[in-house]
């Protein structure tokens, strides 16, 4: 089928949605709880269009390709859209230097993140590189919160093993729950509490441990902002090269991406994106 995106006239298959089809033919669509290894969600609210003939603003990635469907993706009403949905993620996010009239001049002194033992801003936040939501607001000219900002101050969780997790970067996005349905066929992290004290986490207050986690690491894959992270790798930064190879540990030989830096061994992931690796592929 045929559609308009942007004026463009691009080709989607049978069953798509308008964001990937968007992204599969270059056009970036700002999201953040969608992901290529999970079913469409639609709780961000960031990946909304214009689409004619439909009333309000979609969201692009629950919303099927159609015949003749003609889409805008980057209107000035959609930026501001877009920014303001942002700005009231970050209420409960470390957002300070995503608002700082001097951010500039502090990258340009001071580039990579701290090492520090809990994140309060980007200067200290191990997924500083990578991070979507730090992208996002760059491209959206973030530069305000519409209230002053509610921080939970959660403790850092260290006491499960391979992992941390910081709720106090979490935006909810539901990647984390999602994959361990959808890859594991489990439930073993869920949304917990109602309203501003929606959480990430285990029933009955279990550990990872205790509530059945297989410790694959895909939710550390898929999560945005460095709420859940490697312990070891997570000061590594961006990887700077990848390389593919067989796991040796069983006689499975599943595939995996080894991630290095600096010449080391720094990551390891399972190169097939809808196939999670074990514990020993991925943490051994």
Not at 146 to 168: G, Q
Not at 169 to 178: A, H, K, P, Q
Not at 213 to 231: E, H, K, N, Y
């Amino acid at each position: 089928m045929k559609l308009t995106i942007d004026g463009k006239s691009v080709t989607a298959e049978e069953g798509q949605t308008v964001l990937e089809c968007a992204l599969e033919n270059d056009i970036s669509i700002p999201h953040l709880c969608a992901h290529p290894s999970l079913s469409p969600f639609g709780a961000c609210r960031l990946c909304v269009v214009e689409i004619e003939g439909m009333r309000g603003y979609p969201t692009s990635c629950t919303t099927p390709a159609a015949e003749a469907m003609v889409v805008r993706t980057d209107t000035e009403a959609l930026r501001d859209l877009r920014r303001n949905i942002l700005a009231l993620m970050m209420l409960e996010h470390p957002s300070a230097c995503l608002v700082c009239g001097r951010r500039d001049l502090c990258e340009q002194y001071r580039p990579e993140a701290e090492k520090a033992g809990s994140t309060t801003g980007c200067h200290t936040c191990n997924n500083k590189e990578v991070c979507e939501v730090r992208a996002l607001a760059e491209d959206l000219g973030f530069a305000e919160l519409p209230v002053p900002p509610i921080y939970h101050e959660r403790p850092l969780e260290r006491s499960e093993p391979f992992m941390d997790r910081d709720l106090n970067l979490c935006i909810l996005c539901g990647r984390c729950v999602r994959i361990c349905k959808e890859h594991q066929g489990r439930a073993v992290i869920d949304f917990v509490g109602r309203g501003s004290q929606t959480r990430i986490g285990q029933a009955f207050g279990y550990s990872l441990l205790e509530a059945g986690c297989q410790f694959c690491g895909s939710c550390v894959d898929v999560c945005p902002t460095g709420s859940l992270a490697d312990r070891y790798a997570k000061w590594h930064g961006r990887p700077e090269g990848v390389t593919e190879s067989t796991c040796i540990f069983c006689d499975e030989a599943c595939a995996l991406a080894l991630a290095t830096a600096n010449n080391k061994l720094v990551a390891a992931q399972a190169a097939i994106e809808n196939v999670p690796a074990c514990v020993l592929g991925r943490f051994a």
